[in-house]
């Protein structure tokens, strides 16, 4: 059994802004089942600290960046959680990354520098006498992990996982000391990146096994165009880099059981929630599909490809469900195309719930983006037999196999791909869903094959397991 200490900066259902904290609530459950114990370490953000029920204070910091903080342990949804309560870097008003306006905290690189000089106080001294085997840490708020553990002088293996490559937490130079790290060390084979700090880099170059969360979004990390600067340093450590597919949580997400939503085992179960759906977006009936997507709305995301394709799905009898928050002119876009065509509607926001409905009732769920390390709505939208069409990239890649002939023939195909990435292979897509919508046998084997994929954790974290295993002899 190893003992693992996951470093992350967002964990479902306490606090989530995407994927990352999916896979990191999921992932202590899934490891459990091979044996092995993970203690998530989050920071104390003002939006968690009432939701944690009852908590033990195991370590107190006189100074930890810049103010008194403490070590809280407790389980909370079925998780066992390390909260470091610093109030002067948590305890604030607006989202977790930034203010209520958008604008990143000023402080972000301290206040997950603090996380990451906790998590490896935790490795040396241990909290509340439990000690890890292995240190994971997820995507750049956890970067600067290895360094700390070096200036600790504790040999514990890091694991770091590349949930997206595109966020390096970057910050100036000068910022050497209020990060309290090793100048020394700020130099190009180590955390610095073109003249500033990168805690992304720190975690590349100071890993024993980098991951990241599809094989080829692994392979992509290694060319210039996908690997955002940081391709040299994964080729030159590409030994060490492999790609494993992040599952859903099947309890979470089952259409036989989600209070949500009118349950259903099989695809003609999803009538009733294609009704509701419908109704609640003020949608009509339509002889098209009925298509949902639901993210961050960016431009990694290609929302603004599929609003110049939208013609060929809404032209074909289609409609389009969607749900999202993000980039204002994206928004504003998205309102008007709604504001103009009868058979699309937009919701802006953030809503659990409304998503499990707009899985469950949509026809097809589409997820047009330029790059997607692995994903999540689209595996979603396979156990949901809601089909997805997706680009050629990353994770979609991996998880969906297109509806060619070869795959219709074969009787294996679960969605539809498009490449190259553009708005008029995104058009052809959506011109190719609507004619196998318009195919009922065609579409209804499609959706049964999707119900039956493999979507869960179970190879995912056993992959998991082999490396923390491999590290710990
Ligand atoms: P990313 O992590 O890049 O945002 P993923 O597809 O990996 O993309 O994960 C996104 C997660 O966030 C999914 O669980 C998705 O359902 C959820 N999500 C994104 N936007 C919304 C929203 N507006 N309302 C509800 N859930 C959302």
Known sequence: MTQILSVVSECAPLIKTGGLADVAGALPGALAEHGDHMSVLLPGYRAIMGKLGKTKVVDTFRDLFGGKARLLACNAYGLDLLIVDAPHLYDRDGGIYGDAAGQDWHDNPERFAALCYVAA??????????IPDVVHGHDWQAGLTPEYLA????????????????????TGGERLGSLR????????????????????????????????????????LLTPEFGIGMDGILRARQSDLS???????????????????????????????????QKTFGLGKSDGPLCVLISRLTEQKGI??????????????????????????????????????????????????LSHQMIAGGDA????SRFEPCGLTQLYGLRYGTLPLVSLTGGLADTV????????????????QFHPITAQALSDALTTLCALYAQPDTWKKMQRNAMKHAVGWDTSAAKYHAIYAELTP
């Open 243 to 277: 790609g494993i597919v992040n599952g859903i949580d099947e309890a979470v997400w089952n259409p036989a059981t989600d209070p949500n939503i009118t349950t259903y085992k099989a695809p003609s179960g999803k009538a009733a929630n294609k009704r509701a759906l």
């Open 151 to 170: 200036a600790q002088g504790v040999k514990t293996p890091f694991v770091f996982t590349i949930h997206n490559i595109a966020f390096h937490g970057n």
């Open 401 to 416: 196999i297109n509806a060619s002939p070869a795959a219709l023939s074969a009787g294996v195909a679960t969605g539809v």
């Open 365 to 368: 769920i589409l997820v047009p």
């Open 121 to 130: 106080l935790i490795a040396k001294d241990g909290a509340g006498g439990w």
């Open 304 to 353: 603004d490809l599929l609003i110049q394709a939208l013609p060929a799905l809404l032209g074909n009898g289609g409609q389009l469900a969607l749900l999202g928050s993000g980039a204002p002119d994206l928004e504003v876009a998205l309102l008007e195309a709604a504001a103009n065509h009868p058979n699309m509607a937009v919701k802006i926001g953030y809503d659990e719930p």
């Open 181 to 220: 790290l090793d100048p020394a060390r700020f130099n190009a084979d180590q955390f610095e990146f073109w003249g500033h700090i990168s805690a992304l880099k720190a975690g590349l170059a100071g890993a024993d096994r980098i991951t990241t969360v599809s094989q080829t979004y692994a392979r992509e």
